[in-house]
């Protein structure tokens, strides 16, 4: 579909030793340095939060992928991890149509402190849905924590999250595991797309 370009732009490791850029990219909105400063601190905060008690990280798949692998190693207390596979996309589109459980959730949380880690708040749909099956299970705590919460003041009801790394304005996204049509998760950055650059004006909120 699309022109979607599979390859990888080398013109930026071959010009001196930068990061390769996909020729696909409009711009980058947060940086895989802000990531990994941002990511080391909402460790800390989780940390603070639940004081060495052992905690389940249930991590929503695919998106959340990288961000749960580079988490995971900032956090010293004991942890387990569990993840489930929420679809809310039909593929190519760029707004949640309805929310469906690929990989359903089988462990058993019965007195867990379980922490959901989601890529990124957009409607909350999937959150909600989340967090309304963990109510059937009988953890001792349910937190949500994100890496990008979109801006959405057409929907001043959306639940709120826990922990958040980064507040974005309603753009949509790619890179460090986030996916346009499952593609464009291995981007190091967080980044806009030329074919998506055009709904916004200018770049509000970017993170160097
Ligand atoms: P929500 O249910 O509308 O909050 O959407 C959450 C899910 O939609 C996330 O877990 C992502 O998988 C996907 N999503 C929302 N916005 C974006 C985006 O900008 N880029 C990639 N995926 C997104
Ligand atoms: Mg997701």
Known sequence: MSGIDDTLSLAGAQAGGGPAV????????????????????????????????????????????????????????????????????????????????????????TGRDVLILDDILDSGQTLTALCALLDEQAAASVRTCVLLRKDRPDLPQRMSVDFVGFDMPDEFVVGYGLDYDNRYRNLPDICVLKCHAARSAGRPGEHA
């Open 22 to 109: 996909h020729s696909d990219v409009a711009y980058t909105l947060v940086s895989q340095e802000a990531i990994s400063r941002r990511v080391a601190e909402l460790a800390r905060e989780i940390a603070v939060c639940y004081q060495g008690r052992e905690i389940t990280i249930l991590a929503v798949l695919t998106g959340s992928l990288v961000f749960l692998a580079d988490l995971m190693r900032y956090l010293s207390m004991p942890l387990q991890v569990g993840v489930v596979s929420v679809s809310s996309y039909r593929s190519g589109a760029t707004r949640p149509l309805d929310v469906r459980f690929t990989i359903p959730l089988t462990d058993d949380l």
